[in-house]
């Protein structure tokens, strides 16, 4: 499967820990409320209209309060870099993209 798609309309508080899957990207899309995402020591607040691209090779979490609606897309690694490569004429090199 190239990805999966999950929609959140969530009226309760949140709070989720990722298992780490290096085969796997998850791209979050924030319409309304908020969110944190941690990776690792690493933590950012992330508002409507931003895009969050969360790769899980390292423990991560997310958490958001109600009332938030946000589309979680699960991607498979190799194909994002796949596209990568054919659409926008990137060198992809294990976890290094890079433009030509």
């Known amino acids: ?34 969110a944190e995402f941690r990776l690792g020591q690493r933590r950012q607040e992330v508002s409507p209209g931003q895009i969050v691209l969360l790769e899980t090779n390292d423990k991560s979490s997310k958490r958001w309060c109600a009332p938030t609606r946000l589309v979680i897309v699960r991607i498979n690694r190799q194909a994002l870099l796949k596209v990568a490569q054919e659409e926008f004429d990137l060198k992809c090199d294990a976890d290094i993209v890079t433009t030509h």
């Open 1 to 34: 499967m190239i990805f999966k798609l999950v929609s959140v309309d969530s009226r309760a508080d949140y709070h989720i820990r990722n298992t780490q899957d290096p085969d796997v990207v998850l791209l979050h899309l924030i319409f309304c409320g908020s």
